[in-house]
């Protein structure tokens, strides 16, 4: 009898919950907008239904799937009328409650449900399967009658509205099926294969529409049918996900079938169609009762003519909807979806006053937006309501989705059973040997058929059984266990496995005889005995015995087929009429319900099979190896022993195991020596003596003799014998009779099979010394096989396991029950072999270079030796491949079963692993790690593995550490302790970047001036940066302090003016002013750079706003800080417009890449006043820069659009732009072009649209189709280069930018597209371009714009010639970007600076800047940073000329020296912006000395008068602005000092004596030259990538504001487009350990260019890295940290990654050295590096000499431990223990000292106690050594490619000293015991007993000197003296040094 565990009362959870729950209530509000005629007539007929819903209350319930640490729980579903629970919990009590719906009706039916969202959509879905790639939605299934709610555990939930009412919903693999209610009118009715008469829907998502089912039957001479599920007889009973099958009842035949559930494939979908009569549509009518779960939404569902009764027609409609007028204003609204966040498959929620109103309404196809782009998805189609006549066109049917395909149906019984047929319950279930039944409960007769399946040869289908009975009322599997419970017909409970009974099962809280019902619950205490405990009864002893009747047992495990009546009176003394057990219930797991007829509920668990490991390892093998039937019996047996009352409290779990093995083998355990005398005390030891008391406290000779023989007296006997000076303690002798010679019984089950069941637990032994977790199992597991060797006489297995363990010796002699007639009759298995299968002779074989045969191993039992041996194979056939070493090395088991022509439980997949490379790897090694990883070998499993076993192993770990390739997995990495690369690699699996360690828990920085209290640090906008980044690259200056404090714009500035005596106060007071508006200019242009500085280093917080720094115009006069305005003096109205919106930019430039914004956040940061500002504007705009603005909604695009606020206007278009680069976004076009008249048609609406708008509209196009080419596009905006004035009193103000930016987007559209589109049309391009550059006659337009600028303008008369002052600028730039790089000759001369005076009078010296910089784009290649490059830029008449008057001696009157100077300032400007554009961002030497040599030049004319006054302050210092900020481009990111200074020197020019050339502009340019300097906080610098040049000619383009109104020649937005060519290139090294921000030493190296080859050069990092489009090779240096190497032919791609996620790299410390920060000189490293050569130093660790090694904490604790307070010297121990500490950590290797440590312990241990086990792995390592040690001396490739005795030695985990030491103190220990225990050996050698000695010194030193058995020796004369010679011709296997023992043993006992 099997008695069930942990039994409780048990109710449902939501039936109490529901108590306090309010339940359904609905507040009334009034909406007349969405009142429609008939909606209460409509909603009360919503809840009519034809089902009886007597149904008060139902739960069901599921496993949690919160994994380990929701183990033992589950979730419970419970519904109650309109509520439903959802529960979570397990069987302690604590359930909490996840969630609870109240719904509007009646809910019919809850049920867990889970959806996918697939990543992209399959064209007609080529896969038939179920499973789809993509996003799981899991959430909760809600049915009413007329619409499935869905809530998602996400936090999403749908509502899906059903043209039918609802019968039942199943759940299917990632969808549901819907089973509708058939009226009985129906049944009368003929079948017609029509879609409208399916039974059957299908729902894969419920934004999709429920599809109906078809189905596919097979048919005569194997001709298939297929067609759509009408059959209304054809119940669903059970569905299952995995397998996906569902499995139906039909009540016409009485028959059930299985049906396989997969995805419909396309010619089935049209088969079906085909079948469909379109000539019948006309005889479709309107069905006249609709289905009242119809809405006026709801799709057309007409009913066959002449039956009046709700059909279903699921068909679309091609007219259209067929609505009122009225109702259509309602058909567009969305499906109500609330959730956090905008979900992909849904929209914006739709506002509904009513909450039964929404359940009226379905998604329309115009607001849902679909699961992916393709045609597979459908939105919902339309739907109606019919009235009464009305008539239709054609529908067109939906596609079906699922199609049910029939594998199997059974017989057809003689007698029909009808409806009472159908099963009541059915599922799935596996036997103990992993057969897979589906089972159903015939209630009607009290039947459970069974029915055995599985996969089908081709895995396409599933192959079925003969139909098995077996007589119950009920059932339930036991899923976690595989087994059945079965409730008899008599109402008891059995457990089964499969159809085979085991055993019944006892729960201890139920009556056991016929109790009335009415004392059912007086007889039940809540505490009953359960299982394990004391079990008190009144009747005898004996009734409770856990030792059944053999034939008892025998009868209980049978097969189905035997009847129950002849086993009743086995039963006889437990009662079987108990009929208070109703029915079973809520499987899930080990655990399920009891319900009993009074209604009472208990909840069960069933026991396990075992709790030991090694017992679970040793079924698991006799599974393998027995026939399936026998095996299933046997662990029937076996759980029937385990689980009998009270068996677990008595006796250990071996003990039971080894007596019901050995008794299904036939034993008599109890005369067995094996069986413990406690165990057979126990086993008769009742429960009414176990609570008699004790008759005497006093001990006895038994407990005394259990003292003496126990494993404390045999470790501690010897010391206290020789300590005290006592005698040896003799055993009591025994004075019990010998026990009676019995013999084995050869009818028991196992009898036959007892060699298979040795040989499988032989094969588990050698896999549990493969655990060191399992050595107590190991011992229990060879006392068993000792005995079964001895009976089989297997004298070599013997005396295997005597070696192992020496106490077998000890067990007491009794005659073996297996005879030798019985040996006769054993089977024994092929693979049984008379040489011992050991896994540890294999190795030692193979170092030895040996050939011993493949090793044995069980699949999925032995997986320890399968991988050891596998790896070993790999490590000792190096040059042999993978697969081939290791089928060369191992050998499988053949089950059983294969035999009998049955698939195998157990399948093996190690053999077949995937390689991550599809060729092998050069360095073996390396394929040993990477083998390791495969494998799933982690350092925990390291740790598992026996010390001599992973040694081998750990060296390869160890030595492929340092250099180890680029392209493993991450895993590997991390098994070699390369965590810096593992981490690396993981950036590529992280789907959202995360933001830098300890980013929100970071300081600001310190006050910038401490002196002024009260002051807001955190409102300067600049308080977020990376501080530790910035400290650690800029850790000498404070260069980053003095940057905030010159960007600053949100304080008072100082007007530190002294008030002269004759000054009154008004007029000082307006010199005060007039000082704060010269200093406010320059704080005005401070917000541009900001933004720069501070682009992507803030992280905002989802529920707060982002805080915008005010922008103060205000300032204070010392000494009493009085303020100062603007009051007194005139200012420029609308000042501070654009200051704003840069204000505004900057602050939304701080938001990081990666945060996680979305539309909801971008609104709650809208200004409290709902009006639109400045600030706001330059935020959107921001926002878009950073690609945040794509997650914004359409709707609100369009609200902020609508408003006409200009600023918010030109932030938005140009943000979305940005956000939409190169995409040639449809929908972002169209909102473009409505700003724009040249992209709308001739006769459209004219809009009144801002100059300022149109400007950033038309740049906007140009990004929007940036690099595509698009000719459309570019034709546009060609002409909108000339756009002429007009009409009427359009673009006539600032046409210059409007020019502009049209001549700019087309270079966007065009960049570099010059010379692969030299068509006639392009030469046109060309051509116009070069027309607008320099002029004409005006050319007649042509298309719309002829219509559209016939009328004239009233305001500018230009004449017939092109205005060159407009379009030069925009023409020359797009010129020059058309042709990029193109080194186009013709293109080039045009843009050549005139080299003749009369040439250049007619070109604007301002233009000569923009042609020098066009002609640089052109021959890009051909710049270079250098002085002679800038003077051939220069024709040589400026050169001459230019600032040379009244030194020359020329008449003055034919040179105007003037116009020679301005040229000459704007062509070095051009050439100085060219230097700067081709080398930003790249830190060039010779560039920034190039342009310092500029800038020097042009410092020189401004200060020098005579100089100044030939080219003008304004036009030098335009230049000089030029120059600046083409420095900073170059040292963009490197926060370059020099730059710095000449920043801080031109904005010191504030006041009168500069008022006159020092502009608005020049502040602005400072100002990004200062932000360029330290961009993105010091992380970030410019891209040289074409796309990014194209964007940087936007933001830098050479003409800066004179005011802060100024857009006359270019927009101020556009000076924030460099952010489109920032990129992020620092690398910021971290180390992995403390995550601690560190310094390296970096190499990189370029690749080779026709003008440098090999050049490399070294930095630190945290550096800048150049692009890495110009590196070969990135090397992480030094000897502080491990080498990490970067290719750009291998792992760029890893590099690349890193940049993305912050550019933080990994780094581990090597032991022995500290971090740069710590040791910048590397003095305290080099004093470690001399404690590590000095031997001497090691008398004795300190600790802190410790730390300087290694962070490791175990190796420090370990150290603080031992050698805190310890002095010099100390006992030996710690000595040995020093030595090992200090060489592990200085070489690197602390993974060494557990095998240091142990192997010493196997030494010393070796003197008092020797461990056999221990032995093995030091001569495994000694083996392994020496095979190293061997090859190395000769000159050989040893394992580990090593050349030289003393690099072998220091690359070893190991050093030889040490294991010779070792093995020399254990040699000496053998020499010491021989000298008075030879006899024994020889007593061994002879074959004679050894019982009663020194049994464990000797299995050790035959385990070292690997003596052979005694039955080796036989062919030896022992008698005579043998000589040396002739023991080693006899024995040539062993070592002389051995065979000098044996031969000093002979001599001395001779």
């Given amino acids: 009898?099997?008695?069930?565990?942990?039994?409780?009362?048990?109710?449902?959870?939501?039936?109490?919950?529901?108590?306090?729950?309010?339940?359904?209530?609905?507040?009334?509000?009034?909406?007349?907008?969405?009142?429609?005629?008939?909606?209460?007539?409509?909603?009360?007929?919503?809840?009519?239904?034809?089902?009886?819903?007597?149904?008060?209350?139902?739960?069901?319930?599921?496993?949690?799937?919160?994994?380990?640490?929701?183990?033992?729980?589950?979730?419970?579903?419970?519904?109650?009328?309109?509520?439903?629970?959802?529960?979570?919990?397990?069987?302690?009590?604590?359930?909490?409650?996840?969630?609870?719906?109240?719904?509007d009706t009646p809910v019919i039916q809850a049920l867990w449900c889970r959806f996918v969202v697939p990543e992209s959509s399959i064209s007609d879905e080529i896969y038939t399967t179920l499973d789809t790639k993509g996003k799981v939605q899991p959430g909760v299934c809600v049915v009413e009658?007329?619409?499935?709610?869905?809530?998602?555990?996400?936090?999403?939930?749908?509502?899906?509205?059903?043209?039918?009412?609802?019968?039942?919903?199943?759940?299917?693999?990632?969808?549901?099926?819907?089973?509708?209610?058939?009226s009985p009118s129906e049944f009368n009715t003929s079948k017609t294969d029509a879609p409208n008469q399916t039974t059957v829907f299908s729902m894969l998502h419920p934004l999709d529409e429920v599809a109906p089912v078809i189905i596919k039957t097979g048919g005569t001479v194997g001709v298939t049918k297929t067609s759509y599920l009408t059959d209304n007889t054809r119940h669903i009973v059970f569905t299952s996900e995995d397998p996906s099958l569902i499995f139906t009842y039909d009540t016409m035949t009485g028959v059930h079938s299985a049906w396989k559930v997969r995805k419909a494939r396309q010619e089935e979908c049209e088969a079906v169609s085909n079948t469909w009569d379109h000539n019948n549509s006309h005889m479709f009518t309107p069905g006249q009762n609709f289905n009242q779960s119809s809405s006026n939404l709801s799709r057309l569902y007409g009913s066959m003519s002449g039956v009046a009764s709700p059909m279903v027609s699921p068909m679309r409609n091609y007219s259209g909807r067929i609505n009122t007028p009225h109702l259509m204003s309602h058909s567009q609204s969305p499906l109500t979806i609330s959730q956090p966040g905008i979900d992909r498959r849904s929209q914006s929620p739709a506002n509904f006053g009513d909450t039964s109103l929404h359940r009226l309404h379905t998604p329309s196809p115009q607001v849902i937006s679909q699961r992916s782009a393709g045609s597979f998805y459908r939105s919902p189609a339309n739907m109606s309501i019919l009235n009464e006549g009305t008539t239709t066109e054609w529908m067109e049917p939906i596609t079906p989705e699922i199609c049910l395909e029939h594998i199997w149906t059974e017989n057809a019984p003689a007698i029909r059973d009808g409806s009472l047929g159908k099963s009541s319950k059915a599922f799935f279930t596996r036997d103990l040997c992993g057969q897979q039944y589906i089972c159903y409960l015939i209630s009607y007769r009290q039947q459970l058929r069974c029915v055995k399946f599985d996969d089908s040869n081709d895995l396409r289908t599933f192959v079925f059984g003969t139909v098995n009975i077996i007589p119950c009322k009920d059932a339930v599997p036991v899923e976690s266990k595989d087994l059945l419970i079965i409730l008899d017909t008599s109402g008891v409970l059995f457990v089964y496995s499969g159809i085979t009974k085991i055993n019944r099962l006892h729960v201890p809280v139920l009556p056991l005889g016929n109790i009335s019902i009415s004392m059912l619950r007086q007889n039940t205490p809540l505490h009953s005995p359960v299982r394990g405990g004391v079990f008190t009864s009144s009747r005898p002893p004996s009734a409770m015995e856990t030792r059944f009747d053999e034939d008892f047992q025998l009868n209980q495990i049978s097969p189905v087929p035997t009847e129950l009546e002849e086993e009743s009176s086995h039963f006889e003394e437990f009662p079987l009429g108990c009929g208070f057990i109703h029915s079973l219930r809520d499987n899930i797991q080990d655990r399920f319900t009891i319900e009993l007829t009074n209604g009472h509920m208990f909840r069960c668990t069933i026991p396990d099979m075992n709790s030991s490991s090694g017992v679970s390892l040793c079924i698991r093998g006799l599974k393998h190896m027995l026939p399936r039937d026998l095996a299933i019996q046997m662990m029937g047996r076996w759980y029937t022993a385990r689980n009998s009352p009270g068996a677990v409290g008595t006796q250990s779990e071996w003990d039971m195991f080894r007596k019901c093995l050995l008794g299904m083998m036939g034993y008599d355990t109890g005369k067995l020596a094996i069986i413990s005398k406690g165990d057979i005390d126990s086993e008769s030891l009742s429960p009414v003596s176990a609570k008699r008391a004790r008759t005497s406290d006093h001990g006895t000779d038994e407990d005394w003799e259990y003292v003496l023989g126990s494993e404390h007296h045999n470790m501690v006997s010897s010391s206290l014998v020789s300590c005290l000076g006592l005698s040896e303690c003799q055993p009591v002798p025994n004075a019990s009779p010998p026990p009676q010679q019995t013999t084995i019984n050869t009818a028991a089950i196992l009898f036959t099979y007892i060699p298979a069941c040795f040989t499988a637990l032989h094969l588990v032994y050698e896999e549990m010394k493969l655990n060191t977790l399992l050595l107590e199992d190991l011992g229990h597991l060879s006392v068993l096989l000792w005995q079964l060797a001895s009976d089989l006489h297997c004298h070599l297995y013997t005396d295997y396991y005597l070696r192992d363990f020496p106490k077998l010796t000890l067990q007491p002699e009794h005659p073996s029950q297996v005879k030798e007639e019985h040996l006769q009759k054993l089977q024994y298995p092929s693979v049984f072999s008379s040489e011992v299968p050991s896994v540890f002779c294999w190795i030692l074989k193979s170092m030895e270079g040996q050939a011993p045969p493949p090793v044995l191993y069980i699949p999925n039992v032995c997986v320890n030796l399968q991988n050891v041996v596998s790896l070993y194979a790999l490590l000792l056939n190096k040059h042999m491949g993978t697969e081939q070493a290791i089928k060369k090395c191992l050998r499988k088991v053949p089950s059983s079963v294969l035999a009998e022509g049955h698939r195998a439980p157990t399948c093996d997949i190690s053999m077949s692993q995937s390689f991550h490379r599809s060729s092998p790897t050069q360095n073996y090694l390396e394929r040993l790690v990477l083998y390791m990883t495969q494998i799933g070998l982690t350092e925990k499993e390291l740790m598992y593995l026996p010390v001599g076993i992973s040694l081998p192993l750990r060296e390869a770990v160890f030595r492929c550490r340092c250099n180890p390739?680029?392209?493993?997995?991450?895993?590997?990495?991390?098994?070699?302790?390369?965590?810096?690369?593992?981490?690396?690699?993981?950036?590529?699996?992280?789907?959202?970047?995360?933001?830098?360690?300890?980013?929100?828990?970071?300081?600001?920085?310190?006050?910038?001036?401490?002196?002024?209290?009260?002051?807001?640090?955190?409102?300067?906008?600049?308080?977020?940066?990376?501080?530790?980044?910035?400290?650690?690259?800029?850790?000498?200056?404070?260069?980053?302090?003095?940057?905030?404090?010159?960007?600053?714009?949100?304080?008072?500035?100082?007007i530190a003016l002294t008030q002269k005596p004759e000054i009154s106060d008004h007029d000082f007071i307006e010199e005060q002013e007039r000082h704060l508006y010269s200093i406010c200019t320059r704080t005005m242009a401070l917000p541009t750079g900001r933004g720069m500085f501070t682009l992507r280093t803030y992280y905002p917080v989802p529920t707060e706003t982002l805080p915008i720094p005010k922008l103060c115009l205000t300032g204070k006069a010392p000494p009493r800080n009085t303020t100062v305005d603007l009051s007194h003096i005139d200012v420029v109205a609308n000042m501070t417009s654009w200051p704003l919106f840069h204000n505004g930019v900057a602050a939304g430039l701080r938001i990081a890449d990666f945060s996680q914004l979305d539309s909801s956040w971008i609104m709650f940061n809208r200004p409290q006043t709902n009006d639109l500002t400045n600030e706001y504007a330059g935020f959107l705009m921001a926002l878009g820069l950073n690609k945040h603005l794509v997650k914004m909604h359409i709707l609100n695009k369009h609200d902020y659009l609508s408003k006409g606020h200009e600023m918010t206007t030109i932030g938005l278009l140009l943000g979305i732009s940005a956000?939409?680069?190169?995409?040639?976004?449809?929908?972002?076009?169209?909102?473009?072009?409505?700003?724009?008249?040249?992209?709308?048609?001739?006769?459209?609406?004219?809009?009144?649209?801002?100059?300022?708008?149109?400007?950033?509209?038309?740049?906007?196009?140009?990004?929007?189709?940036?690099?595509?080419?698009?000719?459309?596009?570019?034709?546009?905006?060609?002409?909108?280069?000339?756009?002429?004035?007009?009409?009427?009193?359009e673009n006539c103000t600032d046409r210059e930018s409007y020019s502009l930016a049209a001549g700019l987007a087309l270079g966007l559209v065009m960049f570099g597209k010059g010379q692969e589109t030299m068509g006639t049309s392009d030469l046109s391009m060309a051509d116009t371009l070069y027309h607008f550059m320099v002029g004409g006659h005006k050319r007649p337009l042509a298309g719309p714009a002829q219509e559209r600028y016939r009328t004239p303008s009233y305001q500018i008369q230009e004449g017939n010639m092109v205005n060159v002052d407009v379009t030069s600028p925009g023409a020359t730039l797009a010129l020059g970007m058309l042709y990029f790089n193109t080194k186009n000759s013709a293109v080039s001369e045009w843009l050549k600076v005139p080299n003749t005076q009369f040439m250049l009078d007619q070109v604007r010296p301002d233009f000569l800047l923009l042609r020098t910089l066009a002609r640089g784009l052109v021959m890009w290649d051909t710049v270079l940073p250098t002085m002679d490059f800038l003077k051939d830029a220069i024709p040589q008449i400026l050169v001459d000329f230019a600032f040379q008057k009244n030194k020359t001696q020329e008449d003055e009157n034919s040179i105007d020296y003037e116009t020679m100077s301005h040229a000459y300032c704007n062509v070095v400007a051009g050439v100085s912006l060219v230097i700067g554009l081709k080398f930003a961002g790249s830190a060039n030497q010779k560039a920034f000395e190039t342009l310092q040599e500029c800038m020097d030049r042009s410092l020189k004319v401004i200060s020098t008068p005579h100089l100044i006054e030939q080219a003008g302050k304004t036009t030098v210092e335009n230049c000089m602005m030029t120059i600046l900020v083409s420095m900073a481009m170059v040292m963009a990111g490197t926060g370059s000092l020099e730059v710095m200074r000449m920043c801080r020197m031109f904005r010191g020019r504030v006041g009168p004596p500069y008022n006159q050339y020092v502009t608005y502009g020049s502040h602005m340019a400072i100002s990004m030259a200062m932000g360029l300097l330290f961009l993105g906080g010091g992380k970030y610098t410019l891209s040289t990538k074409e796309e990014s040049i194209a964007v940087m000619l936007c933001a830098f383009f050479p003409k800066f504001p004179t005011h802060s109104n100024d857009n006359r020649y270019h927009l101020q937005a556009f000076r924030h487009l460099y952010v489109l060519a920032s990129e992020l290139r620092t690398m910021l090294p971290r180390d992995v350990d403390t995550g601690y921000p560190c310094y390296i030493p970096v190499e990189i190296k370029f690749k080779d260019t026709e003008y440098y080859k090999n050049v490399s050069y070294k930095t630190s990092a945290p550096c800048t890295l150049p692009d890495l489009d110009l590196l070969e090779e990135i090397k992480i240096l030094g000897p502080r940290y491990w080498p990490i190497v970067f290719n750009c032919y291998k792992n760029w791609d890893s590099l690349k990654s890193l940049l993305r996620h912050n550019g933080t790299l990994y780094v581990k410390q090597r032991a022995g050295h500290l971090s740069y920060v710590e040791d910048p000189n590397g003095y305290r490293s080099m004093l470690a590096k001399s404690l590590t050569a000095d031997?001497?130093?090691?008398?004795?660790?300190?600790?802190?000499?410790?730390?300087?090694?290694?962070?490791?904490?175990?190796?420090?604790?370990?150290?603080?431990?031992?050698?805190?307070?310890?002095?010099?010297?100390?006992?030996?121990?710690?000595?040995?223990?020093?030595?090992?500490l200090y060489e592990c950590v200085t070489m690197e290797k602390p993974e060494a000292v557990p095998t240091h440590i142990h192997l010493d312990q196997i030494s010393r241990r070796a003197e008092c106690q020797s461990s056999s086990l221990g032995i093995s792995q030091l001569k495994l390592i000694y083996a392994y050594y020496n095979l190293e040690h061997s090859t190395t001396l000769q000159g050989?490739?040893?394992?580990?490619?090593?050349?030289?005795?003393?690099?072998?030695?220091?690359?070893q985990l190991l050093k030889p000293d040490f294991i010779l030491a070792v093995t020399s103190k254990l040699k000496k220990v053998f020499q010491n015991w021989l000298q008075g225990n030879e006899g024994c050996l020889l007593r061994y050698l002879k074959g004679e007993s050894v019982q009663g000695m020194d049994t464990g010194h000797l299995a050790a030193l035959l385990l070292w000197y690997d003596l052979p058995h005694p039955g080796h020796l036989s062919n030896i004369n022992i008698d005579g003296r043998p000589s040396l010679p002739a023991l080693h011709a006899a024995l040539p296997q062993l070592h002389a040094s051995m065979l000098m023992v044996l031969l000093t043993a002979w001599n001395s006992h001779s």
Wanted: aromatic share 8%; glycine share 8%.
């Fill in 1 to 103: 009898m099997i008695t069930a565990c942990d039994t409780q009362d048990f109710v449902p959870f939501g039936r109490e919950y529901v108590h306090q729950h309010p339940g359904k209530f609905q507040i009334q509000v009034q909406n007349v907008a969405h009142s429609e005629p008939g909606l209460p007539l409509l909603k009360s007929f919503r809840d009519i239904s034809i089902q009886d819903n007597g149904k008060k209350e139902q739960w069901t319930f599921n496993a949690s799937r919160g994994g380990e640490s929701s183990k033992g729980c589950d979730e419970e579903l419970y519904v109650n009328g309109h509520t439903v629970v959802w529960s979570r919990g397990g069987q302690d009590g604590c359930r909490t409650v996840v969630k609870t719906f109240t719904m």
């Fill in 145 to 182: 009658s007329g619409c499935v709610s869905c809530f998602m555990e996400g936090g999403s939930d749908y509502l899906a509205a059903l043209p039918f009412q609802v019968a039942h919903v199943w759940g299917i693999k990632n969808g549901l099926l819907f089973e509708r209610t058939v």
């Fill in 965 to 1054: 390739p680029s392209d493993w997995p991450e895993e590997a990495y991390t098994l070699i302790g390369r965590e810096d690369i593992s981490k690396l690699l993981s950036l590529h699996t992280r789907e959202q970047v995360a933001p830098p360690p300890g980013i929100f828990k970071r300081k600001p920085h310190p006050p910038v001036n401490p002196q002024v209290p009260g002051t807001k640090e955190e409102d300067d906008g600049m308080e977020h940066l990376d501080d530790e980044y910035l400290r650690l690259r800029y850790s000498e200056d404070l260069r980053v302090q003095e940057a905030r404090r010159l960007m600053q714009s949100s304080r008072p500035v100082v």
């Fill in 1219 to 1289: 956000a939409m680069r190169s995409s040639m976004d449809l929908a972002t076009y169209k909102i473009l072009s409505i700003h724009l008249p040249a992209m709308l048609p001739p006769t459209s609406t004219e809009l009144n649209v801002a100059h300022n708008v149109q400007v950033a509209a038309i740049l906007g196009v140009g990004l929007l189709f940036q690099g595509t080419g698009h000719r459309h596009t570019a034709d546009i905006l060609l002409a909108e280069i000339g756009r002429p004035p007009g009409p009427e009193m």
């Fill in 1735 to 1780: 031997h001497s130093a090691q008398t004795c660790v300190k600790p802190d000499v410790i730390k300087a090694f290694t962070s490791d904490p175990k190796i420090l604790a370990l150290t603080n431990f031992f050698f805190k307070g310890q002095g010099q010297g100390g006992s030996e121990l710690l000595q040995v223990l020093s030595d090992v």
């Fill in 1836 to 1851: 050989t490739n040893s394992l580990f490619h090593t050349t030289t005795e003393e690099e072998f030695q220091g690359k």
